[in-house]
């Protein structure tokens, strides 16, 4: 049998392709090493950010907003909540470009943004202890994601319209050609098109056909703290962004309960994926501590710490192309930390770049030429 598509990796992107295939009729096949949603890869710990006034460059917004009347849908389509409305807050000196890339993307797509100076924003927010040189900039109509359900949704969406999902079956092996062969830890599968949508794993994948790609799989960590209610609940309390001198920290309110959530976005080592992650640590722990120490001091204690993997490009921008020489092979990654919002986007691109081979989407920021 011969699939229309095979689309390996059925994470935050994969699974978005692999429903927008399903619903266009196509016979498709979606492999994943695990059983999404899981802890292994790029997915999990409940929460993710979504903002349409871009603190990586104004480029991205129109992709975003896509992103965003997307995961409307599906929350309709699901019948499930999978956003809430907290609002992000991005703090930081008004010099640092992620602050200026806020600004001007909620310009020149005339996004709501109220601007707060650092005494303003404590007043609002009685939670939050700024310096006096920050500025807030607080999207009101942005918020938060609640992953896992996303992919849940995603996922029985996609097979309710017919795709087939193998899950626990690892790809070992591409051979490209018209039809492309697919080699995995239990059989071979042949499709006219593939996507390869392997988060973390993406560079080791491709290496099987010798294509290189500057993706970097890097260790990431983030905790939760104990946090009183009425100071940081996600109806008083929104998700924050901060870009600090030298470092860069996100992270969200008190939803169900769960306390203040805290992940730091730059740095991080290198990493095989395939290896366990090195736990969350003492060291991992005071820095977070120090960063929360400063600017939440209300906060309560550490609760529990994670891993996670990020996929970084040398700049930071995503990967959506075909690959070189490879007409019928799409892949998407190199996320950098700030992918899951676009994921219902990606999905629907994917599909387009398939079927159609063009998307509506301006995707000339994520050219792998770009690296040449
Ligand atoms: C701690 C943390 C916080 C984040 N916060 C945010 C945020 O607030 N906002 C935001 O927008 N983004 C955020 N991100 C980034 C976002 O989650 C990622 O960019 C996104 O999930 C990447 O999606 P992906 O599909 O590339 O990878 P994944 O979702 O990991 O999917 C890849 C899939 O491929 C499968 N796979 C890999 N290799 C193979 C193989 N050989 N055979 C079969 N299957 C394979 C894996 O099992 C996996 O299921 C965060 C990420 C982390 C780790």
Request: proline residues 5%; hydrophobic residues 40%; negative net charge.
């Amino acid at each position: 049998m011969i699939y229309d598509v095979i689309v390996i990796g059925a994470g935050s992107m994969g699974i978005a392709a692999g429903y927008n295939l399903a619903k266009a009729g196509k016979h498709i096949l979606m492999l994943d090493a695990f059983d999404p949603p899981h802890d292994d890869g790029s997915h999990h710990g409940e929460t993710r950010i979504i903002r349409f006034a871009y603190g990586e460059g104004a480029s991205y917004v129109p992709f975003v907003k896509r992103a965003g009347e997307l995961w409307r849908d599906l929350e309709t389509l699901s019948n499930e909540s999978l956003f809430l409305q907290t609002g992000v807050v991005n703090v930081g000196e008004p010099t640092s470009s992620f602050i200026q890339n806020v600004r001007t993307s909620a310009k020149l797509y005339d996004l709501a943004l109220e601007q707060y100076s650092a005494i303003e924003a404590m007043k609002k927010w009685p939670g939050l202890s700024l310096p006096g040189n920050f500025v807030a900039c607080f999207e009101p109509t942005a918020g938060v994601l609640r992953v896992e359900a996303c992919i849940h949704a995603y996922k029985k969406l996609a097979i309710e319209a017919g795709a087939t999902l193998h899950t626990n079956e690892k790809v070992q092996n591409i051979i490209a050609g018209d039809i492309v062969r697919i080699q995995t830890t239990h059989k071979v599968y042949e499709a006219k098109h593939l996507i390869v949508t392997a988060g973390a794993w993406t560079t080791e994948l491709l290496q099987t056909m010798d294509i290189t790609i500057p993706v970097t799989p890097t260790r990431k960590t983030f905790a939760w703290f104990e946090a009183e209610e009425q100071l940081y609940h996600e109806n008083v309390f929104p998700a924050y962004c901060f870009e600090l001198a030298d470092s860069l920290y996100y992270g969200f309110p008190s939803i169900d309960g769960a306390g203040l959530k805290l992940g730091r976005h730059d740095g991080g080592e290198t990493i095989n994926p395939n290896d366990p992650l090195r736990p969350f640590d003492e060291q991992d722990a005071i820095d977070l501590q120090n960063f929360i120490n400063r600017f939440m001091p209300q906060h309560g204690a550490l609760k529990f710490g994670k891993t996670c993997k990020y996929s970084m490009t040398p700049d930071e921008d995503f990967i959506i192309d075909f690959l070189p020489d490879h007409k019928n092979i799409v892949i998407a990654a190199g996320f950098s930390g700030h992918g899951f919002k676009f994921s219902s986007a990606v999905g629907e691109a994917l599909a387009d770049l398939t079927l159609n081979g063009e998307s509506n989407q301006d995707l000339s920021l994520f050219q792998l030429s770009r690296f040449n």
